[in-house]
């Protein structure tokens, strides 16, 4: 998966595990290397407001590269946000979870949120953008493609928070919440004996691409926006 001029990627990611993962990803999909660009992050718990914010500085980055071979990735954990799919005849539908706090029952569809602030600074015509990109939305999170590539028949239960020590997971679980994403990630890790940036490259070097986009619908959008780079 070599070659002498590796394109360049952009990232706007929450950490340096993401860029690890997302990088590795694209690598695998598209079978060629990248060079990754000096990422921009999304500050910690900054969710789409946060994206917002950053993308105009980070898309104008990326036309400084025109005429160069360059892609992006943007990648936000979905934290319980309705899920944007398509139906049958591709009309697109928003899957919500039942049962959510205000807070986040009042939150949309972050996929649809960030592609039309890229819309509206770019235009809607892909073809046209200065740069091919993908927006990654893991539902509910990164740990949840994880979960899956480690073992695709959990994908139907997968808990929908971060940790069982959250607050908000104690409220939705009435006090006794089972281990939620990221405690079922650390046990996973902690046999293999890795710390989280090797252990996150482990997962993303052997997953199995088809089996994981089939189980995860999130998983299978990012997938086919890197296949038509």
């Not at 899920?83 to 928003?94: A, G, M, R, S, T």
């Not at 960030?114 to 990109?133: H, N």
């Not at 890790?189 to 997953?207: I, S, T």
Request: proline letters at 6%; glycine letters at 4%.
């Amino acid at each position: 998966m070599s070659n002498e001029n590796p394109s360049l990627l952009y990232l706007l990611t929450e950490d340096d595990n993401d860029d690890l993962f997302f990088e590795l990803c694209a690598e695998r999909i598209r079978g060629k290397s990248f060079c990754p660009v000096e990422p921009r992050r999304i500050r910690k718990n900054g969710g789409i407001g946060e994206v917002r914010k950053k993308l105009p500085a980070f898309l104008n980055d990326i036309k400084k590269s025109a005429g160069m071979d360059a892609y992006f990735i943007i990648a936000l954990d979905n934290d319980r946000a309705p899920e944007y799919l398509f139906d049958d005849n591709q009309k697109p539908i928003q899957k919500k979870i039942p049962g959510l706090s205000k807070r986040d029952a009042s939150k949309q569809c972050r996929f649809r949120e960030i592609e039309k602030r890229i819309q509206e600074l770019w235009g809607y015509d892909r073809s046209k953008w200065p740069a091919k990109g993908a927006i990654a939305v893991p539902v509910q999170m990164l740990e949840s493609w994880i979960l899956i590539a480690l073992d695709p028949s959990c994908a139907e239960d997968l808990p929908i928070f971060a940790e069982k020590s959250q607050s908000s997971a104690k409220k939705f679980y009435s006090g006794s919440p089972p281990d939620q994403l990221k405690d079922l990630c650390d046990q996973y890790r902690y046999q293999k004996n890795m710390v989280k940036g090797e252990f996150v490259l482990d997962v993303a070097r052997n997953m199995d691409l088809d089996e994981v986009a089939q189980a995860s619908c999130s998983f299978a959008q990012f997938r086919n926006q890197v296949i038509t780079w």
